[in-house]
């Protein structure tokens, strides 16, 4: 059994001080009734935390398996990746399974299902790049009926009953397919791209089988849509950016509709055209033809406000954007919407122009804060490479100034980068910027000045340095990013609305990697691959710092959870995640060396239950799971699992029992922990 999480460094929090934090939030600000997991992040705020607390540090580690859901009986284990989360409302849960996201109610307290519904087969869904990504469904009531909503891999939205799985009645319109419902249903893609130009020039009709022609793009669907307020709003997705070679797509904009009668209502470009808010971000016509910026990860909202809050990706083609100069607005952007009308509130773009694959995975987390005797109500979007930014949810004000701060611009033929990318002045990141000399490893004099003689070979910078590209005449090997990486569809930010203390993974990575030709990496028979204008560039062999005698060249810890209380922007904690590799303990040079605070280099994820933080250590880490004090991060236990912990953790009281549901892969399952009966 792993003992992970020995050691607590850096602690400056006190008991004392914690009692000083806001308390008392309750259940129907964040939609959420006691015992309950009502969305793909618990509640409408996206903080994967419950209150819940029978499971505690007393008994923690009599926890139990209750039950086991099979996910691979819904499709091929080797072509599925489980990743939704489960929700758990009104004595049902709930989730998604298989490349064809089957959506699965089931008994809460034996894994019993109750009902199932799978959608037809269509050409939209052979074509869909994210058939294995389905991250859970989405809930509300109508008229006291329970409904739940869930987008499929082939672009519908389908409306069920919560208790009988039938589709709604006189919602939506009849889909021309067969084995499609009368009602219930909702055809996405028309909405979508009615008033685009290039759909507008293309002389054929629309095909529901087959859905957006290839020449133009393809969109699909990743996360849940989210209820608000009668309104279901849908975000979507796209092939990943890294396997782009074209550079025509389809924008990811964001589409709203009627809860209750599944009508169309409004729709935000996330590309601006002409006269909206934005478009002079792109500096030629690219914003008329190249798309993505989607909405992949989950939403949150501010139901008494009408806000949902959006977190977007970068444009078409991860890597390169020398086809559309400018910030590219609203790429990885967090968003916040009128959720009645689609107009926009506010927003804040995180990265300009990204060219490093930064999309926002994390769900943007609802809370409200106390900073320096002022209450505010707050959202916080935790990011790819390691920052923190804290908004004032309303107005869109920064808690803490953020400054535009210059960075490495490309040396790529015909590529443009921004002067500046955004930092905030706190909290501060969760690994430092760049590898300076004091960070480098000093185990031995001989390990140190082998460690000096390569970052010499490099350009070494912190998360902006851009990429080089094959054969560039630069003088060093290679330009090395080096940052906090970790938070991801794996591992997902935690929040506590109780005491405002934020928990993010991270590890600490110095990755490379260049540009190659397009023309060189187009696949024109891989039916994935949409538009028809190679690009100039695209992602090419990734690298990174070459190892010192089988070490990382920079000092450990490899990988740490990090706990910030928000109200004052300042990291209170970390623990290491995971034990050192074997690799590393046993190493000739750390012979004798405390290894006990490195890390594993993996990420971990987690939940707040109650007066505990859980915690897994990672797809490749052992099969456990971890509990810590949520305050101080003082180790309470482990418990053993049936395979290795993965993205899904939830939890719900049900029948008068806590239970723990952890997604656990190889092949992909729920396991349900409860206490002994």
């Not at 034996?110 to 199932?116: A, F, R, S």
């Not at 021309?176 to 909405?191: I, R």
């Not at 793009?217 to 996360?223: K, L, P, R, V």
């Amino acid at each position: 059994m792993s003992s992970l999480f020995r050691g607590i460094s850096g602690l400056s929090l006190t008991l004392t001080l914690l009692l000083l934090l806001p308390v008392g939030i309750s259940s129907q600000e964040r939609q959420n009734p006691y015992g309950e997991w009502r969305y793909q992040s618990a509640d409408a705020w996206g903080t994967r935390y419950s209150p819940v607390n029978q499971i505690d540090a007393s008994n923690f580690e009599d926890l139990e398996v209750a039950w086991t859901f099979q996910s691979d009986n819904y499709g091929p284990a080797q072509d599925y990746q489980f990743k939704s989360t489960p929700t758990y409302v009104d004595g049902v849960l709930y989730t998604v399974a298989g490349t064809r996201r089957t959506v699965v109610a089931m008994d809460p307290g034996t894994g019993e299902i109750l009902w199932t519904y799978r959608e037809p087969h269509t050409t939209r869904w052979d074509r869909s790049m994210r058939q294995n990504y389905g991250k859970g469904v989405a809930y509300d009531e109508i008229d006291g009926r329970g409904v739940i909503y869930y987008t499929s891999p082939a672009f519908f939205l389908h409306a069920l009953d919560a208790k009988t799985g039938r589709h709604l009645e006189n919602f939506g319109s009849p889909v021309p397919l067969p084995g499609f419902p009368e009602s219930g249903v909702v055809d996405l893609l028309p909405d979508l791209i009615a008033d685009w130009g290039p759909w507008l020039e293309w002389d054929e009709p629309y095909d529901p089988d087959y859905g957006i022609p290839r020449e133009l793009g393809f969109i699909t669907s990743s996360s849940p849509p989210i209820a608000v307020n009668g309104v279901v709003v849908v975000g979507n997705s796209a092939e990943q950016g890294y396997n782009q070679t074209r550079v025509e797509n389809v924008p990811g904009d964001i589409l709203g509709y009627d809860a209750r009668t599944g009508e169309y209502m409004w729709k935000f470009n996330v590309i601006p055209r002409p006269g909206e808010f934005g478009h002079e971000t792109w500096e030629n016509d690219a914003w008329q033809w190249t798309g993505d910026i989607s909405s992949w990860a989950p939403m949150s909202a501010d139901y008494e406000r009408g806000i949902v809050y959006i977190p977007t990706n970068p444009p078409t083609i991860d890597y390169f954007g020398g086809f559309s100069p400018g910030d590219n607005l609203f790429g990885t952007t967090v968003i916040a919407l009128d959720v009645q009308t689609g107009e926009r509130e506010w927003h804040f773009q995180v990265v300009h122009s990204d060219q490093w694959n930064y999309d926002l995975p994390n769900v943007p987390m609802v809370v409200d804060l106390e900073v320096d005797g002022r209450e505010i109500p707050s959202v916080i979007q935790t990011t790819k490479h390691g920052l923190q930014f804290a908004f004032n949810r309303e107005t869109g004000e920064p808690i803490w100034p953020i400054e535009e701060v210059p960075v490495a611009q490309t040396v790529v033929p015909g590529n443009w980068t921004s002067a500046t990318q955004p930092v905030p002045t706190r909290p501060e990141p969760t690994e430092s910027f760049g590898l300076p000399e004091e960070d480098l490893i000093d185990f031995t004099p001989e390990l140190r000045e082998q460690a000096m003689e390569l970052i010499g070979d490099y350009r070494i910078g912190g998360p902006f340095m851009p990429r080089l590209y094959e054969d560039h005449n630069t003088g060093v090997e290679d330009n090395i990013r080096c940052y906090g990486v970790g938070l991801n569809i794996p591992s997902p930010a935690t929040i506590d609305p109780t005491t405002g203390i934020l928990y993010v993974p991270s590890t600490k990575t110095c990755s490379g990697g260049s540009l190659a030709p397009g023309a060189l990496s187009d696949e024109p028979d891989n039916p994935a691959t949409t538009g028809t204008t190679l690009s100039q560039w695209v992602a090419g062999p990734g690298g990174g710092l070459p190892r010192v005698e089988g070490l990382r060249a920079w000092k450990p810890p490899y990988s740490r959870l990090n706990a910030y209380d928000m109200n004052t922007g300042e990291r209170i904690w970390w623990i290491p995640i995971g034990d050192a590799p074997e690799d590393v303990v046993n190493h000739p040079a750390l012979q004798g060396v405390n290894t006990s605070e490195f890390g594993s280099g993996q990420s971990s994820i987690q939940i707040v239950a109650g007066d505990l933080l859980l915690a897994t250590e990672g797809s490749n880490g052992p099969p456990v799971l971890n509990a810590f004090h949520k305050l101080t991060g003082e180790f309470v236990g482990e418990v053993e699992l049936p395979g290795n912990g993965q993205y899904g953790m939830m939890t719900y009281l049900h029948g008068g029992e806590q239970y723990v549901v952890v997604q656990v892969q190889r092949p992909g399952r729920l396991v349900a922990l409860k206490l002994p009966g």
